[in-house]
């Protein structure tokens, strides 16, 4: 082109658009990359982003905010133009306005072009990383460090430590898509305004019924037949005295394809069995139904107390979390950490009354915060075995239990977290299994006699182990005979138990 034509603009003062100048131009490619970046991950939301809920924070957030800052440069760069136009002399060279005609400006452009393509490779290729990581469970269990620490730490240890936390936390389908994604964004604004419930509330209300969930992997149609049991524990005593109990789990007891019965029976297909939770945290269960789903006949069972009808929109139909409601983040008690480790060898019985000085010292009320617990710790236990020679493994050891089961700042452990697999200490089957539930016929849900979930093989100590019963033998309660009037769990709350 003709350097010597004089430029139409500085010649007759067509007056050119406002959007013509470098600041517009630079919003433009801004705004174009965030619209190519919108479109990708809405692209991908809708063909493989199926189970992740904080794509959306990135789709319909993250990119939309570039789009605007984008469109507002474009706008404020319009601005700018027509204020300087108007301040100066319209025949004055325009510094900012783009010009093909400039070979100065020419370079400026090439130079402006390349970099905007890179810009838009750069923005595609990172949202789509990004999207992958949100995925990950990497990001939902360390990202949110020290709002999920506890669940994290805890899913490492379980059977479950492969499977991805969106497996069992969104599932598969559009419906729930769109809810988590809904969840996920408020969960992530809570969590960086440090909003969130401290302990996280649960059971999680939006989990999926386990059909869309556990029964991918899991059904129950799947025959587990008996399965055998041991339960190492220590007495509180001087000695730390073990005492074990061996049983046999009934979880099937028919056979495969025979008539569905043992545990099991609750989620077998024959039967619906519901009910109702008067607690946040279905602790307490005043009402149940079951229904023969072949003949469509129905019991209820109801406790004493309990009159009327329950609300309908409260009736929950029973699932394998209703056992299983800790099958990735299991909370395990003092009591037990520390009985585990007694067995593993990580703390030994040598020392004198170490079952209960453990647990004591995992459970001193002064520790409030994560930092200090382990100086505490350390200083409980030496006060109480100066000079042991185990006294150093002691303390590491009891640390370690404490760091992977109690989490005070998220105020987050087994108090807070009952599992309901069992009954010795959370209610658990006896929620239901009580004696107290009757039916209009005077029917109870079974729970006095001690054989109709398991048989115990074995129990006590050395030898006494290695006899087995097949017939099951009467539980030997070591602490004394047991009153048919408490629960369990009225007794065992994990910390502390005979003092
Ligand atoms: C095998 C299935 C499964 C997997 C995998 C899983 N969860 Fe969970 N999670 C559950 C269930 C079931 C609950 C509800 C517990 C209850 O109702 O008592 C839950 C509860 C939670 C809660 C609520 C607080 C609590 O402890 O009850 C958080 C937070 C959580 N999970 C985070 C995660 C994170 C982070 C991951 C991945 C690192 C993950 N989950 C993996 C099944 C799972
Ligand atoms: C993606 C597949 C997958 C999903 C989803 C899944 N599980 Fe599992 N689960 C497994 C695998 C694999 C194992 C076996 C691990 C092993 O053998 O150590 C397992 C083991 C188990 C066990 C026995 C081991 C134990 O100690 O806990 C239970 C009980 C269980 N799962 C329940 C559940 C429940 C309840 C859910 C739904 C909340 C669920 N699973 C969801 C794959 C899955
Ligand atoms: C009424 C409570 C209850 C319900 C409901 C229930 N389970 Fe179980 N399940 C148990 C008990 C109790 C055991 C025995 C294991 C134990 O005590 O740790 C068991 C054992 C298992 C095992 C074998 C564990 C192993 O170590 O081999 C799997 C897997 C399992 N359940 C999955 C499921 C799935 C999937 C569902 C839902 C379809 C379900 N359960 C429903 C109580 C229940
Ligand atoms: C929500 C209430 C509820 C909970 C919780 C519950 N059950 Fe049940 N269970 C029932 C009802 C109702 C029946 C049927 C009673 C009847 O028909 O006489 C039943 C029946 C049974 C049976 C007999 C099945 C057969 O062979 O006929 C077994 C075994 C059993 N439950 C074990 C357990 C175990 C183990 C747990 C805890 C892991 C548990 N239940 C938790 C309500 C419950
Ligand atoms: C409704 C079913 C059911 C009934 C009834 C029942 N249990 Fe259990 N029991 C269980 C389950 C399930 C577990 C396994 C818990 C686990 O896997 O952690 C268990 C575990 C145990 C354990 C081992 C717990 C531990 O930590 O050492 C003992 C002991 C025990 N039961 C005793 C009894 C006695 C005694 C009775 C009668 C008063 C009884 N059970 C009635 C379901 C039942
Ligand atoms: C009246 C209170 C009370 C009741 C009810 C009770 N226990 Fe115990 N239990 C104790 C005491 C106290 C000890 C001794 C604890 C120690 O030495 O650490 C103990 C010890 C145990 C132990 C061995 C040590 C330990 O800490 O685990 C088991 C197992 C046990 N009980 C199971 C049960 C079961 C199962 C039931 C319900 C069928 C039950 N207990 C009901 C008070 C009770």
């Not at 800052?69 to 404020?76: D, E, R, Y």
């Not at 905007?116 to 990383?129: C, D, I, K, N, R």
């Not at 469970?137 to 999920?148: E, K, N, P, W």
Request: some cysteine; hydrophobic content about 35%.
């Amino acid at each position: 082109m003709a350097e010597s034509t004089p430029r139409p603009a500085a010649a007759a003062p067509v007056r050119r658009s406002s959007f013509n100048n470098w600041i517009s131009a630079s919003g433009a490619v801004l705004a174009v990359g965030a619209l190519f970046s919108f479109a990708l991950l809405v692209w991908m939301d809708f063909t493989q982003g199926d189970k992740n809920p904080y794509l959306g924070i990135l789709t319909y957030i993250v990119a939309p905010l570039f789009l605007s800052a984008g469109l507002v440069t474009v706008f404020a760069g319009a601005w700018l133009q027509r204020r300087y136009a108007l301040q100066h002399a319209a025949a004055q060279p325009d510094r900012w306005q783009l010009d093909f005609g400039n070979p100065r400006q020419r370079r400026y452009l090439t130079i402006f072009g390349v970099g905007a393509a890179v810009f838009l490779m750069l923005s595609a290729f990172g949202s789509y990383q990004t999207y992958h990581y949100s995925e990950s469970t990497q990001f939902c269990g360390q990202v949110c460090h020290s709002a999920m620490n506890a669940e994290f730490v805890t899913y490492q240890r379980g059977a479950h430590a492969r499977v991805d936390c969106v497996a069992c936390h969104i599932g598969s389908g559009a419906e729930y898509f769109i809810k988590a994604k809904v969840n996920g964004t408020h969960q992530l604004i809570a969590y960086l305004a440090n909003n969130y419930n401290r302990p996280i509330a649960t059971p999680v209300k939006n989990l999926r019924p386990a059909q869309d969930t556990c029964e991918k992997c899991h059904w129950p149609g799947k025959f587990h037949g008996n399965l055998d049991l041991t339960f190492d524990h220590y007495l509180s005593d001087k000695k730390n005295t073990p005492y074990s109990v061996r049983l046999l789990m009934r979880v099937n007891s028919g056979t495969p394809g025979g008539p569905p019965g043992g545990i099991h029976w609750h989620v077998n297909p024959d039967r619906k069995v519901e009910y109702y939770p008067a607690d946040e945290k279905r602790q307490d269960i005043p009402w149940m139904r079951v229904t023969n789903t072949k003949d469509g006949t129905a019991q209820v069972f109801r406790t004493a107390e309990f009159k009327g009808e329950p609300p309908a929109n409260l009736i929950r139909v029973m699932d394998c979390m209703d056992c299983h409601n800790r099958p990735a983040h299991s909370f395990p008690t003092a009591n037990e950490s520390v009985e585990r480790a007694l067995t593993s060898g990580a703390l030994s019985p040598k020392l004198p009354n170490l079952k209960r000085v453990a647990v004591q010292a995992m459970l001193q009320p002064e520790i409030t915060d994560d930092a200090s617990a382990p100086q505490k710790i350390a200083d409980f236990l030496r006060a109480k075995y100066p000079g042991a020679p185990e006294l150093a493994a002691t303390i590491a050891a009891v640390q370690q239990l404490y760091a992977t089961s109690i989490f005070p700042e998220r105020k987050a452990d087994w108090r807070v977290y009952p599992n309901n697999l069992g009954h010795k200490d959370w209610p658990g089957c006896f929620r239901c299994h009580d004696e107290k539930h009757q039916s209009a016929l005077g029917q109870s849900v079974r729970a006095s006699d001690c054989n109709s979930c398991h048989t115990i093989i074995a129990q006590g100590v050395g030898a006494a182990l290695g006899e087995l019963s097949s017939r099951g033998l009467e539980f030997r309660h070591p602490a004394g005979d047991l009153d048919p009037d408490l629960s369990c769990a009225d007794c065992h709350n994990g910390g502390v138990q005979g003092k």
